[in-house]
């Protein structure tokens, strides 16, 4: 029944996907609040929103679930173009409602370099509006100030160039590059 169930939301998920629309727009805007989330990552640590206030900005990059074909090409493009966003002072992270395990694994086969948020009590994702009609999180990515603001909302992502997407996004919004 749940492998049943779990082919059928990868199903939705690549139609949404396939067919270019946006399953839930979030009611979130730019200029508000970002909710603070604590997640376990693929490495095992935990990361909270909150933890890099007047430190540095943050990039949130929901995807609906690990192992299905445009998040495996999301997650590669960022594994494989992270440098790209690592000129920037930010922390990024990939997140999804997925179970721990199952995010380790996908982190696993993709090669992902960068922490993995799981949410398996979908707290965070209720949090960011981004829970859609089959109970996994839309491909949304919210950019977010060093004060804790949203600065930019991107609910038409393309995974293939996600990574190099983040990147020019990261220079129009003014994000502070790295010292080197």
Not at 106 to 120: R, V, Y
Request: net charge negative; with cysteine.
């Amino acid at each position: 029944m749940i492998k049943n169930m779990r082919t059928s939301i990868k199903l939705l998920c690549s139609l949404a996907s396939v067919v270019g629309f946006s399953v839930l727009a979030t009611d979130l805007k730019v200029g508000d609040e970002a909710p603070n989330f604590n997640l376990q990552a693929t490495n095992g640590d935990y990361y909270q929103l909150s933890d890099y206030k007047n430190k540095q900005a943050v990039v949130l990059a929901w995807y609906p679930m690990a192992n299905t074909r445009g998040c495996t090409i999301e997650c590669k493009s960022l594994t494989e173009d992270g440098h790209l966003i690592r000129e920037y002072d930010v922390s990024y992270f990939m997140a999804s409602v997925d179970p721990l395990d199952d995010n380790r694994d996908f982190a696993e086969k993709t090669g992902a370099d960068f922490p993995m948020l799981s949410d398996p009590s979908k707290e965070a994702a209720k949090a960011y509006d981004v829970l859609n009609m089959v109970s996994v999180a839309s491909r949304v990515t919210f950019y977010i100030s060093k004060e804790g603001k949203i600065i930019k909302i991107d609910e038409d992502v393309s995974p293939k160039t996600a990574a190099q997407d983040m990147a020019d996004t990261l220079g129009t919004l003014n994000v502070a590059q790295k010292t080197k």
